[in-house]
């Protein structure tokens, strides 16, 4: 089955025109900011990096939002002063990749929100970043892996209802149609 005719899954990105990379740099630094803009405490801090990679998939795709996350990722790292861990770069990509083949070229249902959000807190931030967390900086897996699933239960709780709501809205806008119909315009030209 072409991606085309799939209603549930994208795998496809826009061509790398002005257009979309004046959106993705946007999207981008946009994403750098939710992620550092983070309440409560360390452990279970809540950010606002989710909306931002969700808004890269719904109008880049996958792979874009993808390579964008490992950008943010490395880019926050650096600007935060932390320590640039290699490894986590996957859980990035994958984050990225996972946003765009169920939000991009999508009408947003709850469903795909939920599988969406489910896909990336039980394997992707429960499982492996925990686990390279765990091989990383050397913490006890049991203790890592119980006090992250209580927080990903919270965060599943918050971001999907609040997710939802904003790919909605912007549904309602269009503005998702009217960028996609402005790149194939200029493809055209």
Do not use: C
């Amino acid at each position: 089955m072409s991606s085309e005719k799939n209603n549930f899954f994208s795998w496809k990105s826009p061509r790398l025109r002005v257009e979309a990379l004046t959106l993705a740099a946007l999207l981008l630094a946009i994403d750098v900011v939710f992620y550092k803009l983070a309440f409560g405490p360390a452990y279970v801090d809540f950010n606002l990096g989710f909306i931002s990679t969700a808004l890269m998939g719904y109008f880049l795709g996958p792979w874009l939002a993808g390579g964008l996350e490992m950008a943010s990722d490395f880019i926050g790292t650096l600007l935060g002063g932390g320590t640039f861990a290699f490894p986590f770069l996957l859980t990035a990509f994958l984050g990225g990749i996972v946003y765009g083949i169920f939000l991009h070229k999508k009408q947003p249902s709850i469903w795909s929100v939920i599988i969406t959000n489910l896909l990336i807190l039980i394997p992707i931030s429960l499982l492996i970043d925990s686990w390279l967390i765990h091989l990383t900086y050397q913490v006890a897996w049991k203790v890592l892996f119980w006090s992250r699933l209580g927080r990903n239960i919270i965060d599943f709780a918050i971001q999907t209802p609040l997710l939802f709501i904003v790919i909605k809205a912007l549904d309602r806008t269009q503005l998702r149609e009217r960028f996609e119909s402005r790149i194939t315009n200029s493809l055209t030209r």
